[in-house]
């Protein structure tokens, strides 16, 4: 029902790669002669961020703003995404998140849209491994009201029976075109393989987890979930520090917390046994790939230069992946990958679409590039080329008070600090290719990336002996 169902999309694109970096990028072509030379990267300056915990634990953070005529409020409540659902209800934070804008004990779902477009605005929720977002903006003439409504949804959530059996029609029938895909069994397939049996393997629902939801399972896990000291709300735009906090103060100061806390996600594995996966599927005419191993958290060290270094491999369009498996074979349309960071870990991952008489051929040059970035470092022009455009994206995509809201409350998430809004860049500059080439051989080894292939077993067999035993699976 609400026009904003997923407001974080551009930071948290850049996460998962929701990593707090770009993981868009990849070296530039060649520029025309006569155009000027590039000016030095900007750094993007760090916002000037007004703090306050409230009385109830609710941390409020506030970035006064003079752009667009609006303010943008972001509410991220930690441990109540992806990695807080049972093992046996997968993919449930996705329905939940969903459901939080369609009923409150005052206004139905209706209402709640229409409420926040007379305020000028949008609210809108979603889950991610680490936590749900709900997030709302309005003109600043009705920044108040719409505080209110976003705190009405956030501790009044009423679930209506008749919504969460609409979400769950709509949810069963996105998994039957989902399950359709290869791509989307590659994936599950991938993430069992690097994760195991951790909570970072279940962001995929199952026709059983959808069917054993019900409106009470959900109320309950709103009132285990959604707690003031678990949450940061992030206020950007046309509003003060002071008059920010008074909303806040009269929007969230009464929200209690109920019940013990969802625990902190437990440390994801850092290393896994490199599997080979084939799942079955009938008279298929491509193969999906997907390679991929446990990588790191995004408060590692390693995080900014690992990710770099995926950059340069899979980032782009301009990456390594794309250019030798698209550009120069015409095995596939796109050819992409590389790190994604969360609060408890994080994984390698690199994934085509090929046809089926160049899978095997497409596997070797997989297996090319991990190699090539392993055993030599990448050249000077290269490598300045793709930090620029990692900068440039990452600059250009903080430039809205919402991304900036998004950004902040996206990198709180998965536990990196503020001030990592200003840091990125820097960093990201000061990386050297001997950098890169030693992460390439920490996180970018190919004899530790599992192989996952979706395809028909009969057509592409026989390209597949080089690679080893391959387990069977439907």
């Known amino acids: 029902m609400s026009l904003l169902k997923n407001p974080l999309a551009l930071s948290l694109a850049l996460i998962l790669g929701l990593g707090a970096g770009a993981a868009s990028a990849g070296p530039a072509a060649k520029l025309p002669e006569r155009l000027p030379p590039l000016a030095p990267d900007k750094a993007l300056p760090v916002p000037q961020i007004a703090r306050k915990t409230l009385a109830n634990g609710l941390e409020v953070w506030v970035v006064p703003r003079q752009g667009l005529p609006r303010v943008d409020y972001v509410l991220a409540v930690r441990n109540a995404g992806y990695a807080a659902d049972a093992a046996d209800a997968s993919g449930f934070a996705s329905l939940y998140a969903g459901l939080l804008v369609e009923g409150t004990a005052k206004l139905d779902a209706k209402a709640i849209a ?77 993430l069992a393989a690097v994760y195991g049996e951790h909570p970072y393997a279940r962001s995929q629902p199952t026709e059983a987890s959808i069917n054993a939801i019900t409106a009470d399972k959900v109320r309950a896990e709103h009132a285990r979930r959604f707690r003031p000291d678990r949450a940061l709300l992030v206020i950007t735009g046309r509003v003060g520090a002071e008059q920010a906090f008074k909303l806040a103060e009269a929007s969230f100061g009464d929200w209690k917390a109920s019940g ?15 599997q080979r996966v084939f799942v079955q599927r009938d008279g298929s005419v491509q193969s999906a790939l997907r390679l991929g191993r446990p990588a790191i958290a995004a408060t590692d060290a390693d995080y900014v230069p690992a990710q770099l270094a995926g950059i340069v491999l899979g980032g782009g369009f301009s990456s390594r992946l794309m250019q030798n498996l698209r550009e120069d074979k015409g095995y596939t349309y796109g050819a992409r990958g590389g790190l994604t960071a969360l609060r408890g870990g994080g994984m390698v991952q690199v994934s085509a679409d090929v046809r089926n008489d160049v899978t095997g051929a497409s596997l070797g040059e997989f297996v090319y590039e991990f190699g090539r970035l392993n055993d030599y470092p990448v050249p000077a022009q290269e490598l300045e080329d793709t930090k620029r455009y990692v900068a440039g994206g990452y600059l250009i995509g903080n430039q809205q008070q919402r991304s900036v809201a998004s950004s902040l409350a996206g990198n709180w998430l998965i536990g990196l600090p503020p001030e990592f809004l200003g840091e990125y860049v820097p960093k990201i500059r000061a990386i050297g290719a001997d950098q890169v080439q030693a992460m390439a051989k920490k996180y970018y080894a190919v004899k530790d990336q599992s192989i996952v292939v979706v395809g028909d077993y009969k057509a592409v067999q026989a390209q597949l002996k080089e690679y080893g035993e391959f387990k069977q699976e439907k």
């Open 260 to 274: 013990e806390p969802v625990a902190d996600v437990a440390p994801a594995p850092r290393a896994a046994p490199a």
């Open 114 to 190: 229409e409420t926040a477009q007379g305020y000028g605005g949008a609210i809108g929720a979603n889950a991610t491994n680490d936590g749900v977002v709900l997030s709302g903006y309005a003109l600043p003439s009705q920044a108040a009201p719409m505080l209110q409504l976003l705190s009405d949804v956030a501790e009044g959530a009423s679930f209506p029976d008749d919504e969460v059996k609409l979400a769950q029609a709509n949810a069963l029938q996105g998994l039957k075109a989902a399950q359709a895909q290869p791509g989307f069994k590659a994936t599950r397939a991938l």
